[in-house]
């Protein structure tokens, strides 16, 4: 027998308010593995209004649900379970990001920037990016300890990285850092999230407009350009699209950088073995990855018509965040999963770049990125020690995308 939101017994207790805060920096919320066993496919309260939805926490419905077409990635359906404060009147005249598109539109989007991503491209940006990480890692290293690695090179390397395949001048990328941090911050209030949301668009329009008059090097030139003989997207539709890579492609990847790098001091034995073989370092991208799934809730999505997850009926118009972070514990697919384990077999299966049409289409490039980053520290910084006490450190537990505020370190 299947239950669905309307038919649940009055008496029963009251949902989870969601989002739910990891207890240790290192592991999920510990509420995920009782909802695991439990309830699987379970009712939650947004805490930023109020409003339902359906948390799913097993790794074989989390992907289930990101595959189904009947999940739909649209932010304006009544029943999406938003997570910001976002006025009214702003949502009514967003324009969509390809995020949050379904297809057809999606696939006409995404078709336009898959050669920006193939793991041939990014292969041939790799010896750029590892000039990026030398760069900050020779100024780090002339600085002296102690400094913090989230502004000496977590930040900067994913800045400097996806500025240059936009055609971003660098030297605005504190603006854009700002702008950026502002968006995936959950309590922000509707003015301050309208604002930051404003002022990125503000920007990125000059520079499209710029760049539709005097082309470059540049992914938007190159998206401009196949445009103009198929045509997929109109002016703003391409400054949102800047807005998702820009965004996208820097903040995820600097939050990785520091918690992997933290959670490699953790484990020294670990640490020490991936120096002595850097032939490790893939695989051990792969469970940092599992391990801290950052974008927890990023995966979110309406029902369309009704799906049956489980013993579940998902009803029409009903919200849905499928949460990588539950997945990636799945003690099913990952045994003894709160334990970091560089060898790990099946760390490859994790979902933290989400599943589905909607997977991230940047995964290459991060991947890149943080191979780079560890293995050039591993390489050059043998001495690389915390500068603080780990129960110093201050957690982004309020912000979309989890992550460590400062990382003091000296070797």
Same mark, same amino acid.
């Given at each position: 027998?299947?239950q669905?939101?309307?038919?649940?017994?009055?008496?029963?207790?009251?949902?989870?308010?969601?989002?739910?805060?990891?207890?240790?920096?290192?592991?999920?919320?510990?509420?995920?593995?009782?909802?695991?066993?439990?309830a699987?496919?379970?009712r939650?309260?947004?805490?930023?209004?109020?409003?339902?939805?359906?948390?799913?926490?097993?790794?074989?419905?989390?992907?289930?649900?990101l595959?189904?077409?009947?999940?739909?990635?649209?932010l304006?359906?009544?029943?999406?379970?938003?997570?910001?404060?976002?006025?009214?009147?702003?949502l009514?005249?967003?324009?969509l990001?390809?995020?949050?598109m379904?297809?057809?539109?999606h696939t006409?989007?995404?078709?336009?920037?898959?050669?920006?991503?193939?793991?041939?491209?990014?292969?041939?940006?790799?010896?750029?990016?590892?000039?990026?990480?030398?760069?900050?890692?020779?100024?780090?290293?002339?600085?002296?300890?102690?400094?913090?690695?989230v502004?000496?090179?977590?930040?900067?390397?994913?800045?400097?990285?996806?500025?240059?395949?936009?055609?971003?001048?660098?030297e605005?990328?504190?603006?854009?850092?700002?702008?950026?941090?502002?968006?995936?911050n959950?309590?922000?209030?509707?003015?301050?999230?309208?604002?930051?949301?404003?002022?990125?668009?503000?920007?990125?329009?000059?520079?499209?407009? !710029?760049?539709? #008059?005097?082309?470059?090097?540049? $992914?938007?030139s190159?998206?401009?350009?196949?445009?103009? *003989?198929? %045509? /997929? +997207?109109?002016h703003?539709?391409?400054?949102?699209?800047?807005?998702?890579?820009?965004?996208?492609?820097?903040?995820?990847?600097?939050?990785?950088?520091?918690?992997?790098?933290?959670a490699?001091?953790?484990?020294?034995?670990?640490?020490?073995?991936?120096?002595?073989?850097?032939a !490790?370092?893939? #695989?051990?991208?792969?469970?940092? $990855?599992?391990?801290?799934?950052?974008?927890?809730?990023? *995966?979110? %999505? /309406? +029902?369309v018509?009704?799906?049956?997850?489980?013993?579940?009926?998902?009803?029409?118009?009903?919200?849905?965040?499928?949460?990588?972070?539950?997945?990636?514990?799945?003690?099913?697919?990952?045994?003894?999963?709160?334990?970091?384990?560089?060898?790990?077999?099946?760390?490859?299966?994790?979902?933290?770049?989400?599943?589905?049409?909607?997977?991230?289409?940047?995964?290459?490039?991060?991947?890149?990125?943080?191979?780079?980053?560890?293995?050039?520290?591993?390489?050059?910084?043998?001495g690389?020690?915390?500068?603080?006490?780990?129960?110093?450190?201050?957690?982004?537990?309020?912000?979309?995308?989890?992550?460590?505020?400062?990382?003091?370190?000296?070797?």
């Amino acid at each position: 027998m299947t239950q669905s939101a309307d038919a649940v017994p009055e008496a029963e207790a009251p949902p989870v308010r969601f989002p739910l805060r990891r207890t240790c920096p290192f592991a999920e919320p510990p509420e995920y593995a009782g909802l695991r066993a439990d309830a699987p496919v379970s009712r939650a309260a947004l805490k930023v209004n109020g409003k339902p939805a359906w948390l799913v926490t097993r790794h074989e419905h989390v992907r289930q649900v990101l595959g189904d077409s009947r999940a739909s990635s649209n932010l304006k359906l009544p029943g999406y379970p938003h997570q910001f404060h976002i006025p009214e009147e702003l949502l009514a005249h967003i324009r969509l990001m390809m995020l949050n598109m379904d297809p057809p539109e999606h696939t006409a989007h995404r078709r336009m920037l898959i050669p920006e991503f193939t793991a041939r491209r990014v292969r041939e940006l790799r010896p750029r990016i590892q000039q990026i990480v030398d760069e900050h890692v020779d100024a780090m290293l002339a600085a002296g300890g102690p400094v913090d690695l989230v502004t000496a090179l977590a930040l900067p390397v994913p800045s400097l990285v996806i500025c240059e395949l936009l055609g971003v001048p660098y030297e605005d990328h504190a603006r854009f850092e700002e702008w950026s941090a502002a968006l995936m911050n959950h309590d922000l209030s509707p003015q301050e999230y309208g604002a930051a949301v404003q002022a990125l668009d503000t920007y990125l329009d000059r520079l499209v407009t !710029l760049k539709e #008059n005097e082309p470059g090097d540049d $992914l938007i030139s190159r998206f401009l350009e196949k445009n103009r *003989t198929e %045509r /997929v +997207a109109d002016h703003t539709d391409v400054v949102t699209m800047a807005r998702l890579m820009l965004v996208g492609g820097h903040e995820t990847t600097a939050n990785m950088i520091a918690l992997g790098v933290l959670a490699l001091l953790r484990h020294p034995e670990q640490m020490a073995e991936l120096r002595e073989d850097p032939a !490790l370092l893939p #695989n051990a991208v792969e469970e940092l $990855l599992r391990v801290f799934s950052i974008s927890d809730s990023g *995966t979110a %999505r /309406v +029902a369309v018509a009704d799906i049956e997850v489980g013993d579940v009926t998902i009803r029409a118009g009903e919200g849905i965040l499928a949460l990588n972070n539950a997945a990636n514990h799945d003690e099913s697919v990952f045994p003894d999963p709160g334990t970091l384990d560089i060898h790990r077999a099946e760390a490859r299966a994790h979902l933290a770049f989400g599943y589905g049409v909607h997977q991230c289409i940047g995964a290459n490039l991060a991947r890149v990125e943080l191979e780079a980053v560890y293995g050039t520290l591993l390489r050059r910084v043998p001495g690389l020690r915390l500068a603080a006490e780990p129960e110093e450190l201050r957690f982004k537990d309020d912000a979309m995308v989890y992550g460590v505020y400062e990382l003091p370190v000296t070797w």
